[in-house]
């Protein structure tokens, strides 16, 4: 009895969670015609108690997954016993290799532990410094220090939103190791730039993918233009697995090693040492298990057809916002033919919303139904950095000098991505995943806003 009634229920959820995977697929090529006649014509913003632009339920939840397809893959391995790394594992790297246009990929527990793996192999350690980006997520930042080296900032281009090129030689010194750049947003950061200036100074470049899987320069994929890429596959990225991380490099030497130390340093490759049993360096473990990658062969089926989907909307997006006075949505580098849009930004100007801030424009923007956030704030000025300074490691690794503090605040202030965090709004990639009009119900209801800026901000002061 009990189990019948387990069955049923079973199958109703079977059925349902297929109905909402099946109104996914079909909300993307849907057409709908509730905007289609107002589009230049703005109504009454929903913050001041006119319909709201979007239903939020509407929107494709993230992430993905559709029981049909993709459950088999992972029951599987949860049956077989197979838990650790094994075959499934190997098939993801290779699938992963072939979706990068690499030659080899390591799986790893997550996206931060790729960075700390790739940094520590290429033998990045106390003493050192790497060039960073401050406008990314704290993990970029954290896998330096980690290696105990130490991060030197270098400001952004807010029109890009990624590392500007022409601030890169000037924070050289003797201790610069490697340049870390982010392809943040998931657009590809000026790799040929950074190449360039890289082989000049003969640094290491480790690329922090982790927003860009698939994205391409010239055709060429991001993270296959450095010493290593890093991907993540955490629950929000573009793949998602919960937790997960790759390193891809076509360098067979250091891969061996990555392979090596991921798995408590135990010979791997060409990664053999002098030691006749057991590990041969030193070795941490952060190993990627079955489970993850039936999950991730599962997600990487669609990766594909998404990627090109957002690519399609984020342009038409892109066409339509920035015809509203005070929107100015990101711009690509010349030479990417794709980015991945992890996220879709733009920078808010409040002078052409009649002095509407930034917050209350969010919150208007929220009210008809489109989500929306404000982003990254200022990595550069953040407690942890002194945290790391005052460690036992860094004061024996460093002079005093370079790490006091507030001299290194003033080394390392970054006025164009203070600015850049004070106007930035984002839209998640999942979003970018809807139809056309779901894109022009975001235009319509930024337009919307626009038009009644003044009328929002004295309804907001009350
Ligand atoms: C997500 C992310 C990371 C870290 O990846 P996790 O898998 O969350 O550890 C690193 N850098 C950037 C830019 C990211 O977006």
Redesign the pocket.
């Known amino acids: 009895m009990k189990n019948r009634k387990t069955d049923a229920s079973r199958r109703k959820f079977i059925k349902q969670s297929s109905i909402a995977g099946m109104a996914t697929v079909l909300t993307m090529g849907a057409t709908s015609s509730i905007l289609a006649g107002t589009l230049n014509s703005a109504g009454t913003p929903a913050i001041l108690g006119g319909t709201s632009a979007w239903d939020k339920a509407r929107w494709i939840k993230w992430p993905i997954w559709i029981p049909e397809a993709d459950e088999k893959g992972v029951l599987d391995v949860l049956r077989s016993g197979v838990w650790s790394r094994a075959a499934k594992v190997d098939e993801f790297e290779r699938e992963w290799s072939k979706a990068c246009g690499v030659k080899r990929t390591l799986t790893v527990s ?3 532990n790729a ?1 700390v793996v790739a940094l520590n192999q290429l033998d990045i350690k106390g003493g050192d410094e790497v060039l960073v980006p401050p406008y ?2 704290i ?2 930042v954290q896998a330096i220090l980690a290696n105990g080296a130490m991060p030197v900032f270098v400001d952004v281009d807010p029109e890009t939103f990624q590392i500007d090129p022409d601030k890169i030689e000037a924070k050289i010194t003797p201790r610069t190791k490697a340049i870390l750049p ?1 392809h ?1 947003m998931g657009l590809p950061a000026d790799m040929i730039r950074i190449m360039a200036i890289a082989k000049k100074h003969n640094l290491l470049v480790v690329e ?1 993918a ?2 860009a899987p698939l994205a391409e320069i010239n055709k060429q994929g991001v993270g296959t233009f450095g010493n290593a890429g890093c991907f ?3 629950n929000s ?1 573009n793949i998602a697995i919960g ?3 790759a390193i891809i490099s076509n360098d067979d030497a250091f891969m061996d090693k990555c392979v090596s130390y991921q798995n408590l340093g135990l010979p791997y490759g060409s990664a053999v040492g002098t030691i006749a049993t057991g590990s041969i360096r030193l070795g941490t473990k952060v190993r990627f298990t079955e489970y993850q990658a039936a999950i991730g062969l599962a997600q990487l089926k669609r990766l594909e057809a998404q990627t090109v989907i957002r690519n399609e909307n984020a342009a038409y997006l892109k066409s339509k916002l920035e015809k509203i006075p005070g929107i100015l949505p990101y711009r690509l580098y010349p030479g990417v033919t794709r980015a991945a849009f992890h996220l879709f930004p733009f920078r808010y100007k409040q002078e052409q919303f009649q002095g509407l801030s930034r917050a209350d424009f969010l919150t208007a923007l929220r009210a008809e139904g489109v989500p929306c956030s404000s982003g990254y704030a200022p990595l550069n000025t953040q407690e942890f950095l002194k945290d790391a300074f005052a460690s036992k490691n860094f004061k024996k690794m460093y002079p005093k000098e370079l790490l006091d503090y507030t001299k290194y605040m003033e080394r390392n202030q970054c006025p164009k991505n203070d600015q850049l965090c004070s106007e930035a709004v984002w839209f998640t990639q999942n979003l970018l995943l809807g139809s056309r009009e779901d894109m022009d119900s975001i235009v319509y209801a930024i337009d919307k806003i626009h038009k009644n800026a003044g009328a929002i901000k004295t309804s907001m002061k009350k």
């Open positions: 997550n996206g931060t960075l990314t997520f993990a970029t982010v943040i922090d982790c927003q993540s596959f955490q990225k937790e997960g991380g």
